[in-house]
């Protein structure tokens, strides 16, 4: 464990992981994420300046839940945040569907997954293709 200077109230503590603020300050930021997203839900169409506003919490630290998925917004809201590939507006995560997918894709033929599944379809359909017989 190291001991580190709280970022929020600048007192130390025993840092183990995560974010470098102290239990307290957590415990508080943690109330006001309820807070939070009990107005998100009961004002879906709020923008997140008003939001930031109304519930004195910085637009950067909605964000931050958002990229986390720990608040989401609905399809309609007016609320979005930008892929972090390519730049499109999404409402939730750092990604969106396609560059999930694309990452995912990647990912697999790097691990040679996807040669694999092909090898083993055209395995399957050679044998499926041939004449078999049954034995009197």
Known sequence: MEVVTCKSCGRLFNYIRGERICPTCQKKLDDKFMEVKKYVREHPDVEIHVLSKEMDVSVAQI???VREERLVFSDDSPVG???ESCGATIKTGKYCEMCKAKLT???RSAAGLSEQKKRERAIRKSSESKMRFLDN
């Open 81 to 83: 945040i930008p892929c």
């Open 105 to 107: 894709n990647e990912l």
């Open 63 to 65: 964000k931050r839940w």
